[in-house]
């Protein structure tokens, strides 16, 4: 059973609620909402095998959510994606919250830096999240025969492999965080995209040099290191 939101917090503002996964995309949402420092709630909605809450598949969640996918953020006028005031897409929901408060510093505040944003985003989110991933965990969705499982889960590697050797290139070139100049929602979110490469058996630790220095600076922030303990999440 899902729980009941509360109303507000003390300012009267609705209080968000983060509907979320241990390890999942959803992570990065969490970290963001630690960087922010107000009040948050957490509902765990499992994303795979049983981790505790609801799965993503069942009828309470997609009653709310009809993808049936986390993360949601609860508190966000409106309409689109979900339940009233539900608000889906882990990129909409970090450019919401690094909006919605500005002094956190979240996103670059010129149109070209947050247009940068928006490119890494769309591509982790569209291809190497959805398409890649989607391939090695999810086969599912590319096909119906259960036999052809092995071949989208194997052609899942080889994308994730040429992506990961993309982002090391673009890491590489001497740059401090992934938009250049500033920490943003970017980096907590090449963080899930990190320890998954880890999970799916690539060497994170030497394959990825410039990429693990950007992970290893984003995991000396306390809101990231709360998270990773609060989620039991290690990354390599
Ligand atoms: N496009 C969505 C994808 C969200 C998504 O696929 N989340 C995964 C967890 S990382 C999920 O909920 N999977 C559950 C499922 O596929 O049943 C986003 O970027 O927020």
Redesign the pocket.
């Known amino acids: 059973m899902l729980r009941q939101p509360k109303q507000s917090n003390l300012a009267g503002t609705p209080m968000h609620r983060l509907y979320y996964?241990p390890g999942?995309?959803?992570m990065a949402v969490h970290i963001v909402l630690e960087e922010i420092g107000e009040p948050y709630e957490l509902e765990l909605v499992s994303?795979?095998g049983h981790l505790g809450g609801v799965?993503?598949?069942s009828p309470e969640w997609t009653a709310k959510n009809p993808?049936?996918?986390?993360?949601a953020l609860s508190g966000v006028t409106g309409r689109i994606g979900g339940s009233d005031d539900l608000l889906?897409?882990?990129?909409a929901?970090l450019f919401y919250l690094a909006r919605t408060h500005p002094g956190a510093r979240l996103l670059p505040a010129d149109a070209a830096g947050e247009a940068r944003a928006i490119e890494w985003m769309n591509w982790l989110?569209?291809t190497v999240?959805?398409v890649s991933y989607g391939q090695i965990w999810?086969p599912n969705r590319y096909v119906a025969d259960e036999r052809d499982y092995a071949a989208v889960q194997s052609k899942g590697q080889q994308n994730i492999r040429g992506q990961y050797a993309y982002i090391e290139s673009l890491l590489g070139d001497g740059r401090d965080w992934a938009v250049p100049g500033a920490y943003s929602v970017v980096d907590p979110y090449l963080l899930v995209f990190y320890e998954w490469g880890a999970r799916i058996g690539l060497d994170m630790k030497t394959s990825y040099p410039a990429w693990r220095h950007l992970t290893q600076r984003t995991l000396q922030r306390p809101a990231v290191r709360h998270v990773l303990a609060n989620e039991n999440i290690s990354v390599p």
């Open positions: 996964s999942a995309c959803s994303s795979r799965g993503t598949t993808k049936g996918r986390i993360p889906t897409e882990a990129h929901i989110s569209g999240h959805a999810r």
